[in-house]
T-cell receptor
């Protein structure tokens, strides 16, 4: 299995809702990432988990809360989002945090298209 | 500060034409990767270059890493509509383990 699976593929939520994005990989990768991407722009790093511990939080607002229940799963809990948070949310994984490059690279999921209304 | 600048930002060409996308930086990178992202999908790794001056070919795509490891280029020969997408270079700086994406090049190949 060489894929990163993200669910749901599309999500529409109101500003008072609570929802979660899910990401799963079974490649044995020990680093997992959340990125936010606006249309035709590069992905922006949000969080990095290395060996199931949060290692980087790129000053993301607290309305985004990551969770890594085990080495294969990564969640992003959403609460009280704003319309400007509407974007494609991408999950990625790599062998480990310091070997994303030079080896197999980063494997990205297809993303969750989030719309906040 | 954007470490990796890509040019052009947008490119629209006819099927069969050739094109080159550039990825430039003032910083040295230990390695660079190129990704292609199709609409509604995540980025897919195309290639990793690690040695200054390295050239890699992937069918109609040719990737080059600059001698000083500060820049890279992607050349596509005889572009096809299936090449349409967002092309992203990405790299890890030589001074640390921070990973950066380039500013992106949106390519449209018209049949």
């Amino acid at each position: 299995d060489t894929e990163v699976t993200q669910t749901p593929k599309h999500l529409v939520m109101g500003m008072t809702n609570k929802k979660s994005l899910k990401c799963e990989q079974h490649m044995g990768h020990r680093a997992m990432y959340w990125y936010k991407q606006k249309a035709k722009k590069p992905p922006e790093l949000m969080f990095v988990y290395s060996y199931e511990k949060l290692s980087i939080n790129e000053s993301v607002p607290s309305r985004f809360s990551p969770e890594c229940p085990n080495s294969s799963l990564l969640n992003l809990h959403l609460h009280a989002l704003q319309p400007e948070d509407s974007a494609l949310y991408l999950c990625a994984s790599s062998q480990d945090r310091d070997r994303g490059l030079g080896g197999g690279g980063y494997t990205f999921g297809s993303g969750t298209r989030l719309t906040v209304v | 500060t954007q470490l990796l600048e890509q040019s052009p930002q947008f490119l629209s060409i006819q099927e069969g034409e050739n094109l080159t996308v550039y990825c430039n930086s003032s910083s040295v990178f230990s390695s660079l990767q190129w990704y292609r992202q199709e609409p509604g999908e995540g980025p897919v790794l195309l290639v990793t270059v690690v040695t200054g001056g390295e050239v890699k070919k992937l069918k109609r795509l040719t990737f080059q890493f600059g001698d000083a490891r500060k820049d890279s280029s992607l050349h596509i020969t005889a572009a096809q509509p299936g090449d349409t997408g967002l092309y992203l270079c990405a790299g890890m700086s030589n001074t640390g383990n921070q990973f950066y994406f380039g500013t992106g090049t949106s390519l449209t190949v018209i049949p």
